[in-house]
Nanobody
Framework: VQLQASGGGLVQAGGSLRLSCAAS????????MGWFRQAPGKEREFVAA????????YYADSVKGRFTISRDNAKNTVYLQMNSLKPEDTAVYYC????????????????WGQGTQVTVSS
């Protein structure tokens, strides 16, 4: 499966952005999807994940209550709604897919998108 992330940009602290990740292929509905991020000089970290049906979601503590992951299997797309953004949310955000349940670990994912830059100014 090929993944294309979009929706990043520059926003002021307290603002919102919605990231999208469009997937190719007819089996999107069988994949769990995740969002990760990587800030300069830091390791890639887990942000959120969702299982194949959308019935189960997982969040990093740092984004819980501010970010929401969702998916539309008819559109082969997963979303990350980001509210109350903070400067520490600044990073390149990546979407990823795996054939199994959602996971917190980057190494568990089989497919990755190219990333989209999110910059939050103070």
């Amino acid at each position: 499966v090929q993944l294309q992330a979009s929706g990043g940009g520059l926003v002021q602290a307290g603002g919102s952005l919605r990231l999208s990740c469009a997937a190719s292929g007819r089996t999107f509905g069988s994949y769990a999807m995740g969002w990760f991020r990587q800030a300069p000089g830091k390791e890639r970290e887990f942000v959120a994940a969702i299982n194949w049906s959308g019935g189960s979601t997982y969040y990093a503590d740092s984004v819980k209550g501010r970010f929401t992951i969702s998916r539309d299997n008819a559109k082969n797309t997963v979303y990350l709604q980001m509210n109350s953004l903070k400067p520490e949310d600044t990073a390149v955000y990546y979407c990823a897919a795996r054939v199994a349940s959602g996971s917190y670990y980057a190494n568990d994912y089989d497919y990755w998108g190219q990333g989209t830059q999110v910059t939050v100014s103070s």
